[in-house]
């Protein structure tokens, strides 16, 4: 999603490349016969100024919307698979406890393998 902000500020910012008018500056001296020599405009003209502030705000908000969302710019998918908690077991081993679409398992992880414990059922029906 990146490359395709970055393509399109390069789209929008491209009228500030171009000019209208390329004109031939000659020096004093040689100047064709009737010719005059005119300073060329240094300022920028206001379309590109106005230009240049669009496409960066475009990609300004571009950005924030895709940090923003969680499912970023792919609409109204959200992600199924979470880690809900993890506790530390010491010896680089824990326990993580992972959502899957609103159901969790308990997960064995150590630096060799990832093993299902157990599924979790619903927090009501626990046994004291």
Same mark, same amino acid.
């Given at each position: 999603?990146?490359?395709?902000a970055?393509?399109?500020?390069l789209?929008?910012?491209?009228?500030?490349?171009?000019?209208?008018?390329?004109?031939?500056?000659?020096?004093?001296?040689?100047?064709?016969?009737?010719?005059?020599?005119?300073?060329?405009?240094?300022?920028?003209?206001?379309?590109?100024?106005?230009?240049?502030?669009?496409a960066?705000?475009?990609?300004?908000?571009?950005?924030?919307?895709?940090? @923003?969302?969680?499912?970023?710019?792919?609409?109204?998918?959200?992600?199924k698979?979470?880690?809900?908690?993890?506790?530390?077991?010491?010896? @680089?081993?824990?326990?993580?406890?992972?959502?899957y679409d609103?159901?969790?398992?308990?997960?064995?992880?150590?630096?060799g @393998?990832?093993?299902?414990?157990?599924?979790?059922?619903?927090?009501t029906?626990?046994?004291?």
């Amino acid at each position: 999603m990146r490359r395709f902000a970055l393509l399109a500020g390069l789209v929008l910012a491209s009228p500030l490349c171009l000019r209208a008018e390329d004109g031939v500056i000659y020096p004093r001296a040689a100047a064709p016969s009737g010719l005059t020599t005119e300073k060329p405009s240094t300022g920028a003209s206001p379309f590109l100024v106005v230009t240049a502030l669009v496409a960066a705000g475009a990609g300004a908000w571009l950005l924030w919307r895709q940090k @923003r969302s969680p499912a970023g710019f792919s609409g109204g998918q959200t992600r199924k698979l979470a880690v809900s908690e993890s506790r530390s077991l010491g010896n @680089r081993q824990f326990l993580v406890v992972a959502d899957y679409d609103g159901k969790k398992f308990l997960l064995g992880v150590c630096p060799g @393998r990832i093993d299902m414990l157990s599924p979790l059922g619903d927090e009501t029906k626990r046994i004291p």
